[in-house]
């Protein structure tokens, strides 16, 4: 059961050594491998909060600027309409003109203060809408780092408890490994124990029959005890083995089934959110 190489006293055999590393370097691997998993997650995470806020803001700037045109062009056309009619008025009697200037003055005053009143409606409805547009940017800027600095804590604490498992699944096993070296180590003593208790009881030709008998009978119960032992032994290691693997894919598969969860509820309140916010533009913009 135990390789034959011996190794100098106090220093662990070469077997021992390459498992130690083996198991050091697969727990780095898989680190390194959840590390870069989170990074993709919350680089996409971001990129699409980046362009969904980029989208939003564009169709505000584009509605804004439709806005604008529209009210712009329909003063214009209004303006050049009556200028038009006061020119025609003016050029065809300059009697009448005079006698209604008190009239045209009196219209020309309402009209302007009517302007007015439109430019400034615009002017404070451009505004708000800005306002609107502002304050949705700064909440949606607020959400997306809030939102990042709560993923960067779930990693760092993920790291945490994926190296606190490291360190303790280590000590772990350099502690069976230190124990198992020391029980090859006993038995080595034991079996050089009745290696000497043979050549006792050869050179003891004297002892009577039955004392060889029973002495015989002795050795054979203890070599049938060790190797029971030895069989329980491996066994009792081989099941805990496989109960601290079945521990580790559990919990690998609920670690895994969280993230997914955390991420669908976190695509569906920013759709929520998205739906809101563009069902707010439009009743604005009506």
């Given at each position: 059961?135990?390789?034959?190489?011996?190794?100098?006293?106090?220093?662990?055999?070469?077997?021992?050594?390459?498992?130690?590393?083996?198991?050091?370097?697969?727990?780095?691997?898989?680190?390194?491998?959840?590390?870069?998993?989170?990074?993709?997650?919350?680089?996409?995470?971001?990129?699409?909060?980046?362009?969904?806020?980029?989208?939003?803001?564009?169709?505000?700037?584009?509605?804004?600027?439709?806005?604008?045109?529209?009210?712009?062009?329909?003063?214009?056309?209004?303006?050049?309409?009556?200028?038009?009619?006061?020119?025609?008025?003016?050029?065809?009697?300059?009697?009448?003109?005079?006698?209604?200037?008190?009239?045209?003055m009196a219209a020309i005053w309402r009209l302007y203060g009517g302007y007015m009143a439109a430019i400034w409606r615009l002017?404070?409805?451009?505004?708000?809408?800005?306002?609107?547009?502002?304050?949705?940017?700064?909440?949606?800027?607020?959400?997306?780092?809030?939102?990042?600095?709560?993923?960067?804590?779930?990693?760092?604490?993920?790291?945490?408890?994926?190296?606190?498992?490291?360190?303790?699944?280590?000590?772990?096993?350099?502690?069976?490994?230190?124990?198992?070296?020391?029980?090859?180590?006993?038995?080595?003593?034991?079996?050089?124990?009745?290696?000497?208790?043979?050549?006792?009881?050869?050179?003891?030709?004297?002892?009577?029959?039955?004392?060889?008998?029973?002495?015989?009978?002795?050795?054979r119960n203890r070599t049938v005890r060790n190797r029971t032992a030895q069989n329980r032994t491996a066994q009792n290691r081989?099941?805990?083995?496989?109960?601290?693997?079945?521990?580790?894919?559990?919990?690998r598969t609920a670690r895994n089934r969280t993230v997914r969860n955390r991420t669908a509820r976190n695509r569906t309140a920013?759709?929520?959110?998205?739906?809101?916010?563009?069902?707010?533009?439009?009743?604005?913009?009506?």
């Open positions: 059961m135990y390789s034959r190489s011996r190794s100098p006293r106090g220093q662990l055999p070469d077997s021992y050594l390459a498992a130690i590393w083996r198991l050091y370097g697969g727990y780095k691997a898989a680190i390194w491998r959840l590390y870069g998993g989170y990074m993709a997650a919350i680089w996409r995470l971001y990129g699409g909060y980046m362009a969904a806020i980029w989208r939003l803001y564009g169709g505000y700037m584009a509605a804004i600027w439709r806005l604008y045109g529209g009210y712009m062009a329909a003063i214009w056309r209004l303006y050049g309409g009556y200028m038009a009619a006061i020119w025609r008025l003016f050029g065809g009697s300059l009697a009448a003109l005079w006698r209604l200037y008190g009239g045209y002017y404070g409805g451009y505004m708000a809408a800005l306002w609107q547009l502002c304050g949705g940017s700064l909440a949606a800027v607020w959400r997306l780092f809030g939102s990042c600095v709560a993923a960067v804590w779930r990693l760092f604490g993920s790291c945490v408890a994926a190296l606190w498992q490291l360190c303790g699944g280590s000590l772990a096993a350099v502690w069976r490994l230190c124990v198992g070296y020391r029980t090859g180590r006993n038995r080595t003593a034991r079996n050089r124990t009745g290696r000497n208790r043979t050549a006792r009881n050869r050179t003891g030709r004297n002892r009577t029959a039955r004392n060889r008998t029973v002495r015989n009978r002795t050795a081989t099941v805990r083995n496989r109960t601290v693997r079945n521990r580790t894919a559990r919990n920013r759709n929520r959110t998205a739906r809101n916010r563009t069902g707010s533009v439009s009743v604005q913009l009506l």
